[in-house]
Each structure stands twice: as structure tokens, then as C-alpha cells.
């Protein structure tokens, strides 16, 4: 399995963006799938997550402006990003757990100007 993710950039706060994890394979509708982020000088948290049957969860510091989703049909997994801020900064990783093993994509950078 690889996850390729796209859609980073430089952005000013209040601004959006979409990223985009596609998966290779053929076992990706039933995956739980999931972005994460690394800001500068911290650890990787977890930002949403999303079931195979579409249930999803959000980290506080985003719910009302992250949203994640799925296309199935694609095999990939989107991250709406609105009212982006300064702290939102980092790499964004997507995840997918696929036959009980956990694969990360190569991250992408999402830069938010004040």
C-alpha cells in the first residue's frame, strides 16, 4: 500500500485549503483513514479520522474548520482546511490502517502566514 498526499502550500490565516491522500490497492473502502500533522518543534498529533462507514473525529483545535472525507470510487481521502491559522502550521501525514497494519504517506507542508 502507498499513500501519496498533495495539496500543501503557503496560505494566509483565514485562508483554505484541500489536501488529498491517494491510496494504491484495492482495499482502501474499508480502511480507516486518517490525517496528522507536525508542527515545528512538537510532536505528530492526530487531526481526523474517518471509518470506513464515513464516522469521523476531530481534534479539538480543529473541529469546525477541518473536515475530512473519502471518495471511495478514488481511493482517496480529502482534508478541507478553512479559517486556517498561524498554529496550523506543519507537515500534514495521511494514515491508513489496512489489514491491521498502520502505513503513512510523505507528508505534505501546509505554511500559514499572519
Known amino acids: 500500500v502507498q499513500l501519496q498526499a498533495s495539496g500543501g502550500g503557503l496560505v494566509q490565516a483565514g485562508g483554505s485549503l484541500r489536501l488529498s491522500c491517494a491510496a494504491s490497492?484495492?482495499?482502501?473502502?474499508?480502511?480507516?483513514m486518517g490525517w496528522a500533522r507536525r508542527a515545528p518543534g512538537k510532536q505528530r498529533e492526530s487531526v481526523a479520522a474517518?471509518?470506513?462507514?464515513?464516522?469521523?473525529n476531530y481534534a479539538d483545535s480543529v473541529k469546525g474548520r477541518f473536515t475530512i472525507s473519502r471518495d471511495n470510487a478514488k481511493n482517496t481521502v480529502y482534508l478541507q482546511m478553512n479559517s486556517l491559522k498561524p498554529e496550523d502550521t506543519g507537515v500534514y501525514y495521511c494514515?491508513?490502517?489496512?489489514?491491521?497494519?498502520?502505513?503513512w504517506g510523505q507528508g505534505t507542508l501546509v505554511t500559514v502566514s499572519s
Open positions: 494514515s491508513g490502517l489496512f489489514l491491521g497494519y498502520a502505513y
Open positions: 490497492g484495492n482495499i482502501f473502502s474499508s480502511a480507516p
Open positions: 474517518i471509518t470506513g462507514g464515513g464516522s469521523t
